[in-house]
């Protein structure tokens, strides 16, 4: 042992002592306990900033991201469930390290009965069940010359290597590949085929071979498709065309480029006219769908083209049995597909997601992109790029919620585009608490969604807890939506309504947005900027609800009358690891009422407080947080006089 560290162990054996004799005499006394030489209110443990990633949480001068553009041409046959395509795919790499290979996702191939996600099945939190298909059948991987590049492929995973190192700085790979799949007759998840009275409606995703992320932080991010982690990808420009059979209407992420080659005269009009119409506009209407004068005059199939600009991926949807309307928002399209079955409720689907988008982009950043679609088909609820799919059907309350909170993630992650692999609480909880809000804009009388903080009291509180910043693959199914969604939104809106206050707490959030819009921020970039633009210091808030299990209980002590000339004295009790604020409300007997607010700063070094009063009138009833704004587990200790 050297004598610096002999001198440093020496050193804290005497700053230990005295603090274990404190703790003796003191029960009160707030020092560590699972953490071994911190408490709550104790500074993160965060990466050291840097010239990528600031300390203000901020993009920093060096800050880059690669570049991933595809020109993919694709054809579904509905007959066979055949989806065949080639892409040709251009990888800039912007970052300062020469790369030997990529790393490509092919997630189609969690279908295969060998797949790890397959073999860990109902386990998971959404998992396979009785997985059948047979994944990618990848014809011909090339690059520009028309050279074969040598892929390897590892369950969801496939390596491309390199005969030469692809430059840093900018150094560019243009490259082809050429595969089909077809859809599995029974998809867990995110996509698949439903049969309707008129046709069909198949929803496609997780579609085409997508090369992975190399960034800053994990260099290559290859963590596999397992079915309930989602989705961590490149920001990148597509050119998409989908070839299906004439009479077949297709949706998908980016703007309709060939319009007059796939709409009859008559649907062209109306969709043109829809783009500046406040009101809903059928294009294909019900009693249109099927019939002759429906479908463009010609034979053999059709080509609907699209181009999206600055999107993480794409998905698409088509059918045979489409009703198709549409209204416009600025100079966004929003519209609406889905068959017979969905009506009369989803005549107002593109009202909802009018008003969806509207309120985003009110309150916290302008929705970018020139399309928003919504589908109904299959799929419960499912978020891409411009275009959602979304089951509901028997409820205006379950139809916007799904639409509002599936149009959401256009926020987060495709515009903040979080790592939702491992960080899934800033994708889905990030989201829940937008959605809180959202909810009121189509029900005004709406108390929010389900994201109020004193609702999750009871589940902060329950036993086999782990953290919110678990990912979302290591998580029971009990608790996916329990932690990432709920518990995540419920502590923005505590954050928001209770310990920032809204104004403060927004200027924060729209400053995060704004910073990391189409770059890729991490949880320290979140908690950094949230700091640095509300002026706070919440690495209690972030610990207690984010990183560790603990639950709130603070309770009324004793409360003392006026007595020699001083106030009366109200104690107060916080049982439990995590803080909060203190809420107070006096009633007195002469019939006034007095509201106290302490700051979170009192338990500072102590899990007892007493609070001296500046009257001398004598004291009726005391109520611990009055109004429930904080998620106590047990409010029967927030009485005084006690409650037996």
């Known amino acids: 042992m050297s004598l610096r560290i002999l001198l440093h162990c020496l050193f804290g054996a005497l700053l230990v002592a005295p603090l274990a004799a404190q703790r003796a005499d003191d029960p009160n006394f707030r020092g560590p306990s699972a953490r071994a030489d911190q408490t709550i209110f104790s500074p993160l443990d965060l990466p050291a900033p840097n010239s990528m990633r600031t300390g203000a949480g901020a993009p920093g001068p060096d800050y880059w991201q690669q570049q991933v553009d595809y020109a993919i041409e694709a054809r579904i046959e509905p007959s066979t469930r055949l989806v065949a395509a080639k892409a040709r795919i251009r990888y800039t790499n912007h970052s300062p390290d020469p790369l030997d290979y990529l790393w490509l996702h092919l997630e189609q191939n969690v279908f295969r009965p060998d797949s790890v996600g397959a073999k860990i099945g109902a386990r998971a939190a959404i998992g396979l069940q009785n997985a059948e298909g047979r994944g990618y059948r990848i014809h011909r991987v090339r690059d520009a010359a028309g050279t074969k590049l040598p892929l390897s492929v590892y369950d969801t995973l496939g390596r491309i290597d390199l005969a030469e190192p692809l430059a840093p700085h900018g150094g560019q790979l243009e490259f082809e590949i050429v595969w089909d799949f077809q859809i599995p007759e029974r998809v867990f998840r995110r996509f698949g085929i439903e049969q309707v009275e008129q046709g069909e409606v198949i929803q496609v995703a997780q579609w085409f071979p997508a090369v992975a992320v190399y960034d800053d932080v994990h260099g290559w991010n290859t963590l596999p498709y397992l079915g309930t982690g989602e989705f961590y990808n490149n920001f990148g420009d597509y050119d998409l065309s989908i070839t299906a059979p004439r009479g077949w209407t297709v949706v998908a992420t980016g703007a309709l480029q060939n319009p007059a080659e796939v709409f009859t005269p008559?649907?062209?009009?109306?969709?043109?006219?829809?783009?500046?119409?406040?009101?809903?506009?059928?294009?294909?209407?019900?009693?249109?769908?099927?019939?002759?004068?429906?479908?463009?005059?010609?034979?053999?199939?059709?080509?609907?083209?699209?181009?999206?600009?600055?999107?993480?991926?794409?998905?698409?949807?088509?059918?045979?049995?489409?009703?198709?309307?549409?209204?416009?928002?600025?100079?966004?399209?929003?519209?609406?597909?889905?068959?017979?079955?969905g009506l009369p409720l989803w005549a107002k689907s593109t009202q909802m997601l009018r008003t969806a988008i509207e309120g985003y982009n009110e309150r916290w950043f302008k929705y970018p992109y020139p399309v928003a679609t919504n589908v109904n088909g299959i799929e419960g609820g499912m978020e891409y790029p411009m275009i959602i799919f979304c089951r509901a059907r028997r409820s205006e309350a379950g139809l916007y919620g799904v639409t509002t909170h599936e149009i959401g993630h256009n926020w987060f992650p495709m515009i903040v585009n979080t790592d939702e692999r491992r960080h899934a609480w800033m994708d889905e909880g990030?989201?829940?608490?937008?959605?809180?809000?959202?909810?009121?804009?189509?029900?005004?009388?709406?108390?929010?969604?389900?994201?109020?903080?004193?609702?999750?009291?009871?589940?902060?509180a329950q036993p086999n807890q782990v953290p919110v910043a678990t990912p979302a693959d290591h998580l029971p199914g009990s608790l996916l939506g329990a932690l990432q969604y709920t518990k995540t939104g419920a502590g923005l809106v505590l954050l928001r309504e209770t310990i920032l206050g809204p104004e403060r707490f927004d200027f924060a959030f729209r400053k995060y947005i704004e910073r990391w819009a189409f770059k890729s921020p991490r949880p320290a970039d979140f908690f950094r900027t949230m700091e640095d633009a509300a002026g706070a210091d919440l690495a209690w808030f972030w610990r207690g609800w984010f990183l560790e299990v603990h639950h709130l209980d603070q309770a009324l002590g004793e409360v003392e009358p006026a007595?020699?000339?001083r106030g009366p004295t109200i104690e107060v009790l916080n049982l439990t690891d995590m803080v909060m604020p203190v809420r107070l409300r006096v009633e007195f007997e002469d019939g006034s009422v007095e509201d106290l607010k302490l700051p979170v700063e009192v338990w500072y070094n102590r899990h007892r407080i007493v609070e001296r009063l500046r009257t001398d009138k004598s004291i009726r009833a005391v109520t611990l947080d009055p109004e429930e704004e904080l998620p106590d587990a047990n409010r029967r200790n927030n009485l005084w006089p006690k409650v037996d």
């Open 430 to 460: 990030f989201n829940t608490f937008i959605n809180y809000y959202s909810r009121r804009d189509w029900f005004p009388d709406s108390e929010g969604g389900r994201a109020h903080p004193a609702g999750v009291a009871q589940l902060l």
């Open 563 to 565: 007595a020699d000339g």
């Open 266 to 341: 008559t649907q062209l009009e109306r969709w043109q006219r829809a783009h500046n119409s406040a009101e809903t506009i059928e294009i294909i209407a019900p009693e249109e769908v099927g019939t002759d004068e429906a479908i463009l005059d010609g034979q053999g199939p059709l080509t609907w083209r699209f181009r999206a600009e600055q999107v993480r991926t794409v998905a698409f949807a088509t059918s045979n049995a489409f009703v198709l309307d549409a209204a416009g928002l600025g100079d966004t399209l929003v519209q609406s597909a889905y068959p017979k079955e």
